[in-house]
Nanobody, 124 residues
Framework: QVQLVESGGGLVQAGGSLRLSCAAS????????MAWFRQAPGKEREFVGV????????SYADSVKGRVTISRDNAKNTVSLQMNSLKPEDTAVYYC?????????????????WGQGTQVTVSS
């Protein structure tokens, strides 16, 4: 198993930036595909970005493409989400997730391990 703890959320003005981090503990971190999801009030949890086990491949939701970058440090057991040019519609609780499946999935059902989430609020 792996335990995930997110940090870095907060309140930011539109156009600003935030960097979210997720610290993992437990089994070998590099054996997991890692992803970020978010959930706004009254909405379903949605995919933001995913990174392969090595960090060599990444994929993003169209809604954030060009504004966010996902990265990982397998030596430090961390995955990060750098978010720039934030918009009010980016306001949500952001979750870090891990899967031991081999492919880079954007489906919540493919991820067995989740953090507790960190709130991001973007004011207009």
């Amino acid at each position: 198993q792996v335990q995930l703890v997110e940090s870095g959320g907060g309140l930011v003005q539109a156009g600003g930036s935030l960097r979210l981090s997720c610290a993992a503990s437990g089994r070998t971190f590099s054996s997991y595909v890692m992803a970020w999801f978010r959930q706004a009030p009254g909405k379903e949890r949605e995919f933001v970005g995913v990174i392969s086990r090595s960090g060599g491949s990444k994929s993003y939701a169209d809604s954030v493409k060009g504004r966010v970058t996902i990265s990982r440090d397998n030596a430090k057991n961390t995955v990060s989400l750098q978010m720039n040019s934030l918009k009010p519609e980016d306001t949500a609780v952001y979750y870090c997730a891990a899967t031991d499946r081999a492919w880079m999935s954007s489906r919540t059902n493919d991820y067995a391990y989740w953090g507790q989430g960190t709130q991001v609020t973007v004011s207009s």
